[in-house]
DNA sequence: CGAAAACTTGAGTTCACTCAAGAAATGTGG
DNA sequence: CCACATTTCTTGAGTGAACTCAAGTTTTCG
C-alpha cells in the first residue's frame, strides 16, 4: 500500500467500476503527474479560487469544506485514498468549497490540460473520469437524504457504514475494523451536529453494542445490524463492473 | 417559450455556461429525441432502476425523490425546463432515486447510445455534457450545507434565491417574481423539515416581510436582503461563460 | 511535566417534531 | 354551476431531539 505509485493508485480507482484496456492505462500512465504533500489542516485548495489542476489522493484523509458566513462549517464529503477529491474542478474551474487535509496527506496533482486531452483522444477513459464525479453526486445525495431524514445515531451509522465499504476496496479495513483519523468536531462538521452532541451520539452508538469505538479505532460488530438499523444500502457507491 | 423545441431548449442550456460552434449545435441536433409527458405525481424514472436514457425537461417540475426505509422521503433535487435531470444515469446506469413529476411534465429522452457516439465525435460537448452532471454536484453542496448548518428559515430563504436564479435564466421569473406550484409537504420534503414546521417557517418568512406568498406566486421584496439573510452566493450555479 | 487539545458531563433552552382538529381551498360529479 | 368530498393549509398543545453554555476530565504532544 504505501509504496504504490501514483499510477497505480488511479487504476485501482477504475477497475472496480470497469476494465481498462492496456491503451487506456498507458495513456493513464503518461499523464505528468504532481506529488505533494500536505500537513493535517492545511488547506490544499481555498474556498472560490479557481482551478486549473485537479488532486488525486495517495494517502490520508481529506474533507471538502463549505464555510457559511455564520462562522459554521460543513464538511460535504470525505476523502480517502483513491479519491479524486476535486475532479468537478475540471468542468467548473470555479471551487465553491475549500480541499483541507484532516490528516497530513499525500495528493497527485493532474494538470485540466491533460484531462482535456484525455476527452480527446479516448472517450472510454473520459467517460470513466466522468463517472467518478457522478458517483460523487450519488454519495452527495445519500449524504442529503441522511442530513434531511435520518436522526442523528442513524445518520453516524450510516457514515460508519459507508466508510467501512470504501475503505475496503482500498485495503484500509479488514473484518469490518478500520481508522477513523477524525476528532469529534470533523465528524459533527461532517453530520451536521454540535460537537456535544456529536458526543453523545457516539456514546449512544456505543452502548447499543453496535460497535467498539477507542481512540480512532472502530470495529463494527455486527456489519449486516448496523447497516439495517442505518438503512445503508451500499449499491449508490457503484461498486460494480460494467461497461461504462 | 412555450413552443420552444427540445434542441433549443438544450442549447439554451449551454449557451449561458459556454459558446457552442455550429458544428456543436449541428451535433446536437442530430440526436434523436423521444418526447414523453407525465401527469402530475407520476413517476418518471423509478428508484433502483437500471437506464438506458437520460432526460432533459421541457415545461414543468420534477424532483428527485429518495425513499427511506421508514418511510419518509427526501427531494434531493428540484428540476425546471433546461435541466438534464438524471444525466448522470448515462455513466451510473443504477438510479439510486426516482424521478417524480411534481407537475404535469413534459420532458425529451436522449439514449445513452447517443450520449457515448458524443464522447467519440465531440469533445467539447462532452465536457459540457459532464460539466452539467458537475454543475449538478455543486448545487447538491449547497444543499448538504443547508441541511446540515442553516436553521429552517435561512434554508428557506436560500432555496428561494436559488430558484430566483434559475428560473430567471429560462425566463420563468421576472422582476423576483415567479410560481412555485409545489404543496408544503414537497417544500418539506426538499429542506427536510416536517409539513407542519414547513408551514409555520413560510410565515415567518412573510411576518418578516422578505416575501409575498400567495398560492404559488411568490414575490421577493428586497432580493438582495434575502440573499444576505440566508447566505446565497450564486456561483455555485456556473452561470458564467468560459471555455470547458 | 506542563500546556493545549480533545473528550465528557450537567443543566437549561430552543428548534423542530408529533398528534389532533379545524378552516380554507380545490376539484368533481350530478 | 352548485354541493360535497378531498386535499391543503393552519393553529394549538405537548414532546423530544439537538443546541448552547459552562466546567471538569482525559489524552496528546512538545
Known sequence: MTDMDAYERLIKTFTPR??????????????????????????????????????????????????????????????????????????????????????????????????KKITHVSPHLTRLFWMLTTIDGAVQRTTIASLGRRPA??????????????????????DHRYDVPLVQEELADILGLSVVHMNRTIQDLRKAGLVTWQGSRIVIHDFGKLTQFSGFDPRYLNFIKRER
Open 153 to 174: 445515531l442513524e445518520r453516524l451509522g450510516h457514515l460508519l457504514c459507508e466508510l467501512d465499504c470504501r475503505l475496503s476496496v482500498v485495503g484500509l479495513a479488514q
Open 18 to 115: 470497469d476494465d481498462l484496456s492496456s491503451d487506456d492505462i498507458a495513456l493513464l500512465r503518461s499523464m505528468p503527474l504532481r506529488i505533494a504533500t500536505y500537513g493535517k489542516g492545511e488547506e490544499i485548495i481555498a474556498q472560490d479560487s479557481e482551478v486549473s489542476e485537479s488532486c488525486l489522493m495517495m494517502t490520508g484523509w481529506t474533507g471538502r469544506a463549505v464555510y457559511l458566513e455564520s462562522g459554521k462549517r460543513q464538511i460535504t464529503a470525505l476523502h480517502i485514498a483513491g479519491d479524486f477529491v476535486d475532479l468537478h474542478g475540471f468542468t467548473l474551474k470555479y471551487m465553491d468549497h475549500s480541499v483541507v487535509a484532516l490528516t497530513a496527506t499525500q495528493v497527485a496533482f493532474v494538470r485540466h490540460d491533460e484531462l
